[in-house]
């Protein structure tokens, strides 16, 4: 049922439209290919689209439009869609392009084998770092009405398995600011020097107790993690500064929401700096867990019959599945074509093979019998 040569001719054509800046073109020509299938699909001003076929509850499918930037230095040129060596090469090529060239075919496909209930294809903007209230697929999120679950077709490919994600950690945000007293070097004392007083609280904060957590369908531990990832203090090279801010970045555990960590920086703070200090939450998104054994079992196997392994895990990083669980209470698991290592490098590639089982293995689970 799923073509190849269809296949690379969709990727190849929606690497050959850059969309680092805006999705804008790439939904244009996404939304055509549809409408050609027979498809009514809605659009809004980012470019984000729906469209759907079948009856009943609904099956999500999503992949995100948007690209990092290209970089310098492509021996086969970001936006070409050059094909070698059973790869296709271009920025997003793996990272989502792939997983939206899979949707469109299986959009075909489901044209001429009507499903046994309703698939949702949802194709969205500024997933790549942007402020939540861009998230495309936050902003479709109205739209979605009587979703029971469905995949997110990330790139998951490692080797000959293909990664199905059960969730992800949270992503929490916080600046802290340690106060001092801005001064003349030549006559002020060290310990009003906030500079001098930042190892100390890194020396805690790198001492905060891990949680750990047991994902039990998947059969493994997970923990926490804690990363300063910025500092900064400058007022002048013969200047004490007045401040000197960190940030701190938090990989939480699926079950901590926004805040929760507050009073634990709170307390480390105080104790090292008394007053001197302010804490702000910059950002805060919690991470999630869709521990549904039935429908991984069905994933899993699909993997199988479509000629590879599957590779249940957790991520690590945050993804979009989150948005979907947190805000909609929709659980989703993240599976696609192309590959993980490839997102975001200098020559990214998606292979053929790869792109044309990971296709399968999609719609072996919406056409999979639920009876
Ligand atoms: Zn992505």
Redesign the pocket.
């Known amino acids: 049922m799923i073509k190849e040569k269809n296949l690379v001719k969709n990727l190849q054509s929606l690497v050959k439209i850059p969309s680092f800046r805006d999705s804008i073109e790439v939904s244009k020509w996404i939304k055509n290919e549809l409408e050609d299938f027979g498809y009514d699909v809605w659009s809004d001003e980012d470019g984000n689209l729906i469209t759907e076929i079948g009856e009943g509850p609904g099956f999500i499918l999503n992949a ?1 439009m948007d690209t990092v930037e290209a970089g310098d230095g492509w021996k086969h040129g970001p936006f070409r869609g050059k094909v070698a060596d059973g790869k296709i090469y271009g920025r997003g090529s793996s ?2 392009k792939a997983g939206i060239a899979s949707m469109i075919e299986i959009a075909r496909v489901l044209r001429k084998n009507p499903p046994d209930r309703r698939i949702v294809f949802t194709f969205t903007a500024y ?1 790549e770092g942007h402020p939540p209230e861009k998230n495309g697929l936050k902003r479709v999120l109205p739209r979605l009405k009587n979703i029971e679950k469905g995949l997110i077709l ?1 790139p998951t490919i490692s080797g000959k398995k293909i990664g199905i994600g059960v969730g992800c950690r949270g992503g929490m945000g916080y600046v802290i600011d340690i106060i001092g007293e801005m001064g003349h070097s030549a006559y002020y004392q060290n310990d009003k020097n906030p500079i001098y007083r930042f190892p100390h609280l890194l020396r805690k904060i790198e001492k905060l107790p891990q949680r750990k957590m047991n994902i039990e369908i998947i059969g493994e531990e997970i923990t926490d993690k804690n990363s300063v990832t910025e500092i900064m203090a400058k007022e002048g090279p013969n200047v004490i500064p007045s401040r000197c801010t960190i940030s701190l970045d938090r990989r939480a555990l699926p079950d901590e929401k926004p805040g929760d960590f507050r009073p634990e920086i709170e307390k480390v703070c105080k104790n090292v700096l008394g007053k001197d200090y302010s804490i702000h939450e910059v950002r805060g998104l919690q991470g999630y867990l869709f521990d549904d054994e039935k429908f991984l079992s069905e994933c899993e196997r699909s993997v199988e019959k479509a000629g590879m392994k599957p590779d249940a895990r957790f991520e690590k990083a945050r993804i979009d599945g989150c948005i979907l669980y947190n805000f909609a209470g929709i659980g989703t698991f993240m599976m696609g074509p192309g590959s993980i290592e490839q ?1 975001h490098q200098l020559d990214e590639y998606c292979e053929i093979e790869g792109l044309v089982k990971a296709t399968e293995a999609v719609l072996n689970v919406i056409l999979f019998n639920h009876k």
């Open positions: 995100h990272d989502c997933e990330e997102a």
